[in-house]
C-alpha cells in the first residue's frame, strides 16, 4: 500500500533557529516528490519538486533532500521567519498513474 | 492568469440542507481535482475530471455528494443532507495534461462547517 508517513507531527522552534521535517515514503513505481505549504485556512502551495536523480533541491531559505534508494526526503529551513508557522506536506506521485499520496503534514509553529 | 477560485470561501449550514461549492480552475488546464482536508491531515481525493469526463471517484464521494464539470470549465461539488462529519475544508485542484506529473495547483478551498 503506497503511504508517506511525515514526523514530526508538530514542532515548535524559536525564530531564527534551522529545523528538518521528515518525509518517509513506500509510493512505488515513484515519479516525483513535492513539499508543499499550507497556511492555516488556505489552500497548499508548491515549495519544491524532487526527481528520482535529484538529490538536493534549494527555494530560497528551504531545501529539501531526497534518497531514492531509502525512499526519505527532508525538509530544512534556515533561519526560521514567523511567517513559515504552517502545515508542511510531503507529496508522494506515482510513476504512471500520476496518483498522488499525501502525508498528514508536519505543523511548524514559529516563536518570537 | 488568477490562480484557481473557490467560493464560497466559507459556508456554515445545518444538518440535512445541501451546499453546493464552486471551483474556477486555471483556464488552460483540462484537469480538475476535489479533495478534502480535516484538521491535522493530508488532503483525501474524492474525485477527478479531465475536461467534461469524471474519470475516477474515491469510494469517500458518497451517493450524497454530486461533482460535475458540465463544460470542461468550472466545476461544482453538493453535498445532499449535509451531516456533522462532512465538516471540513474542500479543496479544488487544477493540472494541465501533459504537464509535470502530479503537478497541482491549488485553490484556496471552501471550509464547510454542519451544524
Known amino acids: 500500500k503506497n503511504q508517506v508517513e511525515q514526523s514530526p507531527q508538530s514542532l515548535i522552534i524559536l525564530e531564527g533557529k534551522n529545523c528538518t521535517l521528515q518525509c518517509n515514503y513506500t509510493v512505488s513505481p515513484f515519479s516525483n516528490l513535492r513539499w508543499y505549504k499550507q497556511d492555516t485556512g488556505r489552500g497548499p502551495v508548491s515549495l519544491t519538486i524532487m526527481t528520482f536523480s535529484e538529490n538536493t533541491k534549494s527555494n530560497g531559505r528551504y531545501t529539501a533532500t531526497l534518497d531514492a534508494d531509502t525512499k526519505q526526503s527532508s525538509l530544512h529551513i534556515t533561519a526560521s521567519q514567523l511567517s513559515d508557522s504552517a502545515s508542511y506536506i510531503c507529496?508522494?506521485?506515482?510513476?504512471?498513474?500520476?496518483?498522488?499520496?499525501f502525508g498528514t503534514g508536519t505543523r511548524l509553529t514559529i516563536i518570537p | 492568469d488568477t490562480g484557481v477560485s473557490q467560493n464560497p470561501r466559507h459556508k456554515i449550514t445545518k444538518r440535512g440542507q445541501n451546499v453546493t461549492f464552486r471551483c474556477d480552475p486555471i483556464s488552460e488546464h483540462n484537469r480538475l481535482y476535489w479533495y478534502r482536508q480535516t484538521l491535522g491531515q493530508g488532503p483525501e481525493f474524492l474525485t477527478y475530471f479531465q475536461n467534461e469526463a469524471q474519470l475516477e471517484k474515491s469510494r469517500l464521494l458518497s451517493d450524497r455528494f454530486s461533482a460535475e464539470r458540465p463544460k470542461g470549465s468550472f466545476s461544482t461539488l453538493e453535498i445532499q443532507r449535509t451531516e456533522q462529519g462532512d465538516s471540513a475544508m474542500y479543496l479544488c485542484?487544477?493540472?494541465?495534461?501533459?504537464?509535470?506529473?502530479?503537478?497541482?495547483?491549488f485553490g484556496e478551498g471552501s471550509r464547510l462547517t454542519v451544524l
Open positions: 507529496v508522494v506521485i506515482n510513476f504512471g498513474n500520476e496518483k498522488l499520496t
Open positions: 485542484a487544477s493540472s494541465l495534461e501533459g504537464g509535470i506529473a502530479g503537478e497541482l495547483f
